[in-house]
């Protein structure tokens, strides 16, 4: 069974950084585009930030300069490295994937991790 277990996240104040980790594991083939999504309360959840396999990066206006995404293959890790945090960049953080197994090619999440930003 694969699974995307995430971590880093927290309580920090604006200004300041955290760096999340994205952990894969079980059986699996290939693991394609990763992904970091987030959920405000009340809010829709949105991508912020999305690496293909060929480390091709891709960020939300709203984190440009702010975030990065990076990956390990080797270890089977997503990052994502939050810098300047503001209080809108509070919500649950999610961990996506591509992931082939068993002859599928299906998208994985994680379980969230919650960042609170304050003023």
């Known amino acids: 069974q694969v699974q995307l277990v995430e971590s880093g996240g927290g309580l920090v104040q604006a200004g300041g950084s955290l760096r999340l980790s994205c952990a894969a594991s079980g059986s699996y083939f290939r693991i394609n585009g990763m992904a970091w999504y987030r959920q405000a309360p009340g809010k829709q959840r949105e991508m912020v930030a999305g690496i293909t396999s060929s480390d091709i990066t891709t960020y939300a206006e709203s984190v440009k300069g702010r975030f990065t995404i990076s990956r390990d293959n080797a270890r089977n890790m997503s990052y994502l490295r939050m810098n300047s945090l503001k209080p809108e960049d509070t919500g649950v953080y999610y961990c996506?994937?591509?992931?082939?197994?068993?002859?599928?090619?299906?998208?994985?999440w994680g379980q969230g991790t919650q960042v609170t930003v304050s003023s």
């Open positions: 996506a994937a591509g992931i082939v197994a068993r002859g599928r090619n299906d998208d994985y």
